[in-house]
């Protein structure tokens, strides 16, 4: 049995040809996986992880070269092959999967015919024995009813099924080695979880080499052996998963454990510290330690001298001078980093925000004789059903939930870009669910929207004091004389300054964007700013700043947030308020310490055992929601969540009722209503998921 | 134990355009003894040893040392390999002793491992010394103990009986006929978390049955 590592590189360097000159994106990259291992790269974005993966299959395009090192496959170097040699190994023993399942799949052919041309044109192998070893792999992948998605179209199934049938694709050749560049991002945190598992499966059974590439520390903890921390072009921290997370050598790694938003018990020891300054770009960095000006311990010598990865005495290689020296457990934040204090009107005012039984149906349009008639029975997609909240003045109110389970329908219902299809909606005396088109401004100027993704939300074509002006001007908040004062001081409250009022949205960074439109959602003063999904787009620095600076922001103008993430533990950090939704209901609610504690709605002690926990040595949990979310169209009887609640067994009878009857709120006191037919008692009695 | 459970998975392979230089590199630097030649879709072609580098003179139109020289640099994998239709093979579903009978009688050091025609594994000498290892639990610590049972029903379920009472937790297990005694079986048994004198104690009390060896195994 041979031991030689079935990937080994070395030194490796890759650059970009432009106009300007040759782009270093990469530089002195070496590491090794061994069979069965799975090893992690991991790195803000821009820092060169997915450029390493296509050095290694040569995907670097027209303008991308391997300036010097080795890459070596199975003891075969992998550079200076033919093409029709490199064609050959990624058919047959080399498989990639990629971050969005619907970029890999064909949208206009059936999955069978993709999977089984792998076999059919690789392998020769006949179109039954293909369709078997197909429906044999699905299985193999918790697909159910395998031989049905074969006759189906991508766009049939969701994106979690469309990632489990990429997966299946790349290992139906049995490769030595597999590289996954974010293969869960894009997916749920449910079925992340479930994908994740599968992937360490996979691996165990398989003995499959794999190269994870993630931005996400959780990822790796709970999936990797081994992990490679790279910054700008370098890996700057290479170490067992457990020694990384026990014990950061370098100073981007240990800036990074602390940006993480975690789920503590308490506010308190959960402050998010975000690294200041940001990546260098491939084109300007520093000539001595790439990570000297954002680093905290730099000393002259940093600024001069590269460091070199070396290995240091507890088995950890390290890129930094000083890493003898640094001991994370005596750092402390720097003035301008320091967290604001915690929230201390936890229920603030009088609610200014009133929700009471709101709803949004989407009817959907039949496609029979009769529907198109109008005869046939009306369908409606139940987005909303019944929201009942309340959010205080100077308050933040998390709302959670997987993908599907009308958190924006919720929003857009709120700030009218929906009209709502019945219930009640107040807002400091403005009823919300009026004609849209009557909304006044001063209600517009009050109720503001901050979007997930901040490049489509500006346009490209103006600047950014443009931007900013505009709904100055509209609303009329300042006079005409005022406004380029008043756009600098809002670009000064989200920490920008004045030197941006004249720069196009495409030389901001992603954070930068979004800060503008914290801004922009600023610049009428109002009092609500609901927030879709604001940092889940950004890396987990920039979002420390950014979840930091909203808070400031809040504090400062007294501002009441409406704030949607699918990230359990951002909405932690920054919420007062937490209110979970499944298919459209909204199915526990309260304040943001007792959602994370006992006793948990079933989904949420769910969605909170779905988190990868960025500490190796959690206990896994085993918790998992079997298959897809239902159809809002049919919502199931009874309690929505039934299908798949792992708490169901716990009720008399298998939990008859709960398909039967609507389920009760249940009062957990402090405000605190789960909606669930499992007595409180019970509830409490379950053990917490350890974080 | 079956093949597929012990066999090296992701074998390094050859394509058939490589040069034999290259393959007798590739395998001196991977410090291999085998190297399965493959196809499309890991098709089985053929079959290096260190063997399959062996020159021979008569191939050759002389001696001297540039036409070696050239004689080498033209030669491929193709050239050297065993063909597959000489190289026996061997199916994952197999077992682990019916591959090892197969290499015994045939005197192989290596089979690959075959299903459907593609190479998805390699069965070496050494990956059945380590099943044998493994099928002993080797690196783990516990007690051996050597029975000598009569063969005839029951005798073993006598053991196991008394390994129950003890509530004893066993690791391993492995039996064959005794040598030169016929009508008898030895079993060993590797115990984990007991005592030697503890083991020997209790089961030199096993009606009929005699402990023949018993030690610590690490």
Not at chain 1, 652 to 657: L, M
Not at chain 2, 40 to 61: E, I, N, T, V, Y
Not at chain 2, 69 to 89: F, G, K, Q, Y
Request: proline share 8%; net charge neutral; with cysteine.
């Amino acid at each position: 049995m041979s031991t030689a590592p079935v990937l080994k590189v070395e030194d490796l360097a890759v650059a970009y040809k432009t106009r300007g000159g040759d782009v270093p994106a990469i530089r002195d990259i070496s590491f090794e996986i061994a069979r069965g291992e799975t090893f992690g790269l991991v790195g803000e974005s821009g820092c060169g992880k997915s450029t390493t993966a296509w050095a290694i299959l040569n995907f670097l395009g027209p303008n991308g070269a391997v300036q010097h090192g080795r890459i070596q496959f199975q003891g075969q170097d992998l550079l200076g092959r033919t093409a029709d040699e490199l064609r050959r190994l990624r058919g047959d023993q080399i498989a990639m999967v990629y971050q969005d399942p619907m970029q890999a799949l064909n949208p206009s052919l059936r999955v069978g015919e993709q999977m089984k041309e792998v076999l059919t044109v690789h392998r020769g192998l006949s179109n039954a024995e293909a369709t078997r070893r197909c429906i044999a792999m699905l299985e193999r992948v918790y697909m159910p009813d395998p031989a049905g998605i074969l006759r189906r179209y991508p766009h049939q199934l969701s994106g979690g099924q469309q990632q489990r049938v990429v997966i299946a694709t790349a290992l139906l050749n049995d490769p030595a080695l597999l590289i996954m560049d974010e293969p869960t991002t894009a997916l749920d945190v449910t079925v992340e979880a479930a994908v994740l598992d599968l992937i360490a499966e996979l691996r165990r059974d398989l003995d499959t080499a794999i190269l994870l590439i993630t931005h996400n520390l959780g990822v790796i903890a709970r999936t990797c052996d081994r992990v490679g921390v790279m910054y700008a072009g370098e890996l700057v921290e290479r170490a067992a998963v457990a020694d990384l997370f026990a014990d950061p050598q370098h100073p981007y790694t240990q800036g990074l454990l602390r940006a993480l938003p975690r789920l503590g018990a308490d506010k308190a020891d959960s402050a998010l510290y975000p690294i200041r300054g940001r990546v260098p770009p491939p084109g300007n960095r520093p000539p001595g330690c790439l990570f000297a000006p954002r680093c905290d311990y730099t000393q002259e010598r940093c600024r001069v001298e590269r460091p070199a990865l070396r290995p240091l005495p507890n088995g950890t290689c390290a890129r930094c001078h000083f890493a003898e020296q640094i001991d994370p457990a005596a750092w402390t934040p720097r003035a301008d980093l320091a967290p604001p204090p915690s929230q201390t009107a936890a229920d603030g005012g009088a609610p200014i925000l009133a929700a009471a039984g709101l709803k949004k149906y989407y009817p959907l349009p039949g496609d029979s004789l009769r529907d198109v008639l109008g005869l046939g029975q009306k369908r409606f997609v139940h987005a909303l059903e019944d929201a009942t909240f309340a959010v205080g003045r100077g308050t933040t109110l998390g709302v959670v939930g997987e993908s599907g389970s009308g958190k924006s329908t919720l929003v857009k219902t709120l700030i009218g870009l929906e009209a709502s299809s019945g219930g009640e909606a107040t807002f400091l005396g403005f009823d919300l669910t009026d004609d849209l088109a009557g909304r006044d401004a001063a209600l517009i100027r009050e109720l503001q929207m901050v979007f997930q993704n901040p490049d489509a939300t500006m346009n490209p074509a103006y600047t950014v004091g443009y931007q900013l002006a505009r709904p100055l001007r509209r609303l009329g908040v300042v006079p005409k004389s005022q406004v380029r004062a008043e756009v600098i001081r809002l670009l000064e409250a989200v920490r920008l300054g004045e030197g941006y009022l004249d720069r196009l949205p495409r030389q901001l960074s992603g954070g930068e964007k979004q800060r503008v439109g914290i801004a922009r959602a600023l610049a009428s003063r109002p009092e609500l700013v609901l927030c879709d999904e604001p940092v889940s787009a950004l890396d987990v620095s920039v979002q420390a700043a950014l979840l930091n600076l909203l808070l400031d922001v809040q504090r400062e103008f007294g501002t009441t947030l409406v704030f949607i993430a699918h990230d359990l533990s951002v909405v932690r950090y920054i919420s007062d308020q937490v209110a979970v939704m499944y298919l459209g209901e909204i199915v526990d609610i309260g304040p943001a310490e007792a959602i994370y504690a006992p006793p948990y709605h079933p989904y949420t002690e769910a969605l909170l055992s779905a988190i990868p926990v960025p500490d190796p040595t959690a206990p896994p949990q085993r918790i998992r929601l079997a298959g897809p979310a239902p159809s809002a169209v049919d919502p199931p009887s009874g309690c929505r969540f039934h299908t798949r609640c792992p708490r169901r067994h716990l009720l008399p009878d298998g939990g008859r009722i709960c398909e039967a009857d609507a389920p009760p709120w249940r009062d957990a006191g402090d405000g605190h209503r789960i909606l669930c037919h499992i007595p409180l008692a019970t509830l409490r009695a379950l053990p917490p998921p350890a974080h | 134990m079956l093949v597929r459970d012990c066999m090296t998975r992701h074998p390094i392979v050859a394509p058939p355009t490589m040069l034999a230089a290259e393959a007798q590199h590739l395998m001196h630097e991977s410090d291999i003894r085998h190297l399965p030649v493959v196809g499309d879709g890991k098709r089985l072609l053929g079959l290096l040893d260190r063997l399959s580098f062996a020159l021979d003179p008569g191939a050759l139109p002389s001696l001297d040392m540039w036409e070696i020289a050239r004689h080498l640099s033209r030669l491929s994998v193709i050239d050297v390999m065993t063909p597959a239709e000489r190289v026996a093979t061997i199916s994952p579903d197999r077992s682990v002793e019916r591959a090892a009978r197969r290499m015994t009688e045939q005197k192989l050091s290596c089979l690959p491992v075959v299903e459907g025609g593609v190479v998805v594994g390699l069965l070496t000498k050494a990956d059945l010394l380590n099943a044998f290892q493994v099928l002993m639990e080797l690196p783990a610590e516990g007690v051996r103990v050597t029975m000598r049972m009569p063969d005839r029903p029951g005798e073993f379920a006598k053991l196991t009986a008394v390994l129950g009472r003890q509530a004893w937790s066993v690791m391993a297990i492995g039996a064959y006929p005794t040598p030169r005694r016929e009508g008898f079986y030895d079993a060993v048994v590797k115990i984990c978390g007991i005592s030697m004198d503890e083991a020997r104690a209790v089961l030199s009390q096993v009606q009929g049955q005699e402990v023949v060896d018993i030690r610590d195994a690490w």
